[in-house]
């Protein structure tokens, strides 16, 4: 059999596994023909196929009107198509049949997030972080999503107070997954925010940074900023000694003037 042949026969494969609405449903029948039109939507390759994998997937939740995932998977597939309300509106059928899924609540904060209603978006981050407090994503998320508004969140309170928070979550995110580059340079950048940052836990974050294999001059020339605020121009010399590339010129040079000031 060539080829293309045998991945259409594969597709109507599973296209029959799925749609057979006459099969009798057990225990396991959900997750099987969940599974089925996951292989299915991941051999889609033309917009065509998008519209053959939303009927999959609106057939499923017809067929188990009652189940989350049902709903919560049909919400992926209609995200991904670019149908954001047609999302939506699965995310909240999905979160009214199980309240206490996390994943749900932090796709309903993404939605929210990209349309616009602040609120509402940090409300669903933070409810996803604290129904499963040890997944660092979560946390980072909610930390973004109020860096992000903290002009517009800050309305009901102080800015730094909203800042304070979000370092409070990236500190979190870091330290559950502390190989993760993007979360350490986050919870380090966000120092600068802060009006009396704790600077010594600034510069332990960017070092870690570095660890992590982050970029060398622009870790170093940040630890020289950071130990000229502590008073350790010494070591903030000794930092600037590694800024070498010529695109970090200017800072570097006025980090140096800095570090000449008389104290």
């Known amino acids: 059999m060539r080829e293309g042949s045998k991945r259409q026969a594969v597709r109507a494969c599973v296209l029959l596994a799925v749609c057979c609405a006459a099969l009798p449903s057990g225990a396991d029948d959900f997750q099987h023909e ?18 053959k994998v939303a009927r999959v997937y609106e057939r499923l939740v017809a067929r188990y009107p009652k189940n989350a995932k ?6 992926g597939c209609l995200y991904q198509m670019n149908d954001a309300p047609g999302a939506l509106a699965q995310w909240r059928a999905a979160e009214v049949l199980d309240p206490r899924d996390a994943g749900t609540a932090s796709h309903l904060g993404c939605c929210y997030l990209e349309r616009g209603e602040s609120r509402k978006a940090v409300g669903y981050f933070a409810l996803a972080s604290g129904l499963e407090p040890g997944t660092a994503v979560y ?6 999503a109020t860096f992000i508004l903290r002009h517009e969140l800050s309305r009901a309170g102080g800015e730094q107070a909203v800042l304070e928070n979000a370092l409070a979550e990236f500190k979190k995110a870091s330290e559950l997954d502390p190989f993760n580059a993007e979360f350490a340079r986050a919870y380090a950048e966000t120092f600068y925010g802060l009006e009396n940052p704790e600077w010594r836990d600034a510069l332990k974050a960017w070092e870690h940074f570095l660890d992590l294999k982050g970029p060398p001059d622009f870790c170093y020339a940040n630890m020289a900023r950071v130990n000229l605020k502590l008073g350790r121009k010494e070591e903030a010399l000794e930092n600037l000694s590694r800024v070498t590339r010529s695109d970090f010129r200017n800072v570097k040079r006025r980090l140096l003037e800095e570090a000449s000031k008389p104290d």
């Open 34 to 51: 969940l599974d089925a039109a996951r292989i299915f939507q991941a051999s889609a390759r033309t917009p065509g196929d998008g519209k």
């Open 70 to 75: 049902a709903h919560s998977a049909y919400a």
């Open 139 to 144: 946390h980072y998320d909610l930390a973004n």
